[in-house]
């Protein structure tokens, strides 16, 4: 089993930054790969980014690349989310995801989300 459990979000002006937190516990094996996903009121659940702890290699959504950056700390069993240059279409809860797997994003558990707002 693992456990995911978010902090960080909060209600920012545009162009501001933000920094999500993952902290994760449980057995490693089932969370290789950690990421983020969003969802805004009324539309469908976005992978934002993602990463995978055995290679450190990263992957981002269209919508936040080059704004974005997802990071993991292995001796605190954290991922963050550092986002940059916020754009209120940026306004979603965001959830914590891990699975298993080397290369391919399953996610097969879930942190209970983060709400994240951005003002114009």
């Known amino acids: 089993q693992v456990q995911l459990v978010e902090s960080g979000g909060g209600l920012v002006q545009a162009g501001g930054s933000l920094r999500l937190s993952c902290v994760a516990s449980?057995?490693?094996?089932?969370?290789?790969?950690m990421g983020w996903f969003r969802q805004a009121p009324g539309k469908e659940r976005e992978f934002v980014a993602r990463?995978?702890?055995?290679?450190?290699?990263?992957l981002y959504g269209d919508s936040v690349k080059g704004r974005f950056t997802i990071s993991g700390d292995n001796a605190k069993n954290t991922v963050y989310l550092q986002m940059n240059s916020l754009k209120p279409e940026d306004t979603a809860a965001y959830s914590c995801?891990?699975?298993?797997?080397?290369?391919?994003?399953?996610?097969?558990?879930w942190g209970q989300g983060t709400q994240v707002t951005v003002s114009s």
């Open positions: 995801a891990a699975g298993p797997g080397v290369y391919s994003f399953t996610p097969i558990y």
């Open positions: 990463i995978i702890w055995s290679s450190g290699t990263t």
């Open positions: 449980g057995r490693t094996s089932s969370r290789n790969i």
